[in-house]
């Protein structure tokens, strides 16, 4: 079962334009991951930020974690039409079993 | 909204076995299957590709004869690890397209002793 929700599950924005999206989770875990996936293609792993992390930034990619509303966000500064693509969240419980996904967020940024 | 269902949920094999994980998309069809595995506190990295009647695209570095992909049918995935080892102990995901997108399967936690 997928316990994470993006929000929002779609977003068109222009190209240089910053794109926000947010994750909300269930339980208590040990990381927050967010990934990216092309249609079509598989998931490639953008950042992971560990419970004891608040930011964390990689490139045009700033992550936040709030785990007293058990929330991320992914911002995606400056965007390109090379960004379109489908953003996933994925919570790693600490009760050490499943591995949860998001929704999804559709991403599409037009140049 | 469209469902993969994932099976098993855990398995326990010793070494030198072969172990048979299946995806199902319960109420969709799905030429594309992903499959994936997460060593612990790691992030998933995809094995290969299944595409429906054709042959599995594998990443570079998976042992397409260890890992044997069967994507039969529009509705079904299987992925067998064969001759396993301990360090093939791990969890597997799959994710199927889906027609708003994507979804994944529950995991299969894999231990070989």
């Known amino acids: 079962s997928q316990q994470g929700e993006e929000d929002p599950q779609a977003l068109s924005i222009q190209e240089g334009e910053n794109a926000t999206m947010n994750c909300s989770y269930k339980?208590?875990?040990?990381?927050l991951q967010w990934y990216r996936q092309n249609s079509g293609r598989g998931l490639v792993h953008l950042i992971l930020?560990?419970?004891?992390?608040r930011e964390k930034h990689s490139g045009r990619l700033r992550v936040t974690l709030d785990t007293s509303k058990k929330s991320s966000s992914l911002l995606i500064t400056a965007s390109r039409a090379a960004d379109t693509a489908s953003y996933f969240c994925?919570?790693?419980?600490?009760?050490?079993?499943?591995?949860?996904f998001g929704t999804g967020t559709s991403l599409t940024v037009i140049p | 909204g469209a469902v993969v269902s994932q099976h098993p949920s855990r398995v326990i094999c010793k070494s030198g076995t072969s172990v048979k994980i299946e995806c199902r998309s319960l109420?969709?069809?799905?030429?594309?299957m992903f499959w994936y595995r997460q060593f612990p506190k790691q992030s998933l990295m995809l094995m290969a590709t299944?595409?429906?009647?054709?042959?599995?695209?594998?990443e570079q570095g998976v042992e397409k004869d260890k890992f044997l992909i069967n994507h039969a049918s529009l509705t079904l995935s299987t992925l067998t690890v064969t001759s396993a080892h301990p360090e093939d102990s791990s969890f597997y995901i799959c994710?199927?397209?889906?027609?708003?997108?994507?979804?994944f399967g529950s995991g299969t936690r894999l231990t070989v002793v």
């Open positions: 994710s199927a397209e889906a027609y708003y997108g994507y979804t």
């Open positions: 339980t208590s875990i040990n990381n």
């Open positions: 930020i560990r419970s004891n992390e």
């Open positions: 994925a919570t790693d419980p600490n009760t050490g079993n499943q591995f949860y």
């Open positions: 109420d969709f069809q799905a030429t594309t």
């Open positions: 299944s595409n429906e009647g054709s042959k599995a695209t594998y």
